[in-house]
């Protein structure tokens, strides 16, 4: 827990501080600092799935319900985050995000 805060991934708006309503600002946020490029989670991505799969705000095969599958049991590398972590309003918006360039 120690290191996800360290990290950013634990923050919480203070008093006073509005959490960005918008996917991408949240994912940048609290997904970036491991899925940003030139990152530790992409460069793992990258080793495993390719360079072509490994920025997911490039991704055009990621669905809601991987996602959430994903962030809430872990895959991997990728730890699992609780609610506390990363509430479900901002991992709905950051699954919306990411299934953007989708028809």
């Not at 899925?35 to 460069?43: A, C, D, P, Y």
């Not at 055009?60 to 699992?80: K, S």
Request: aromatic content about 4%.
């Amino acid at each position: 827990m120690l290191l996800l805060a360290a990290l950013g991934v634990c923050t919480q708006a203070g008093a006073g501080e509005s959490l960005p309503a918008d996917g991408g600002q949240l994912f940048e946020r609290r997904c970036g600092v491991c899925h940003l490029k030139g990152q530790t989670g992409t460069n793992i991505l990258e080793r495993r799935l390719g360079p072509q799969r490994a920025l997911l705000a490039e991704r055009t095969d990621l669905t809601p319900e991987y996602i959430r599958f994903v962030v809430r049991q872990g895959l991997v590398n990728m730890p699992r985050l609780t609610r506390v972590e990363l509430p479900d309003a901002e991992l709905e918006a950051i699954a919306a995000y990411l299934r953007r360039s989708r028809p």
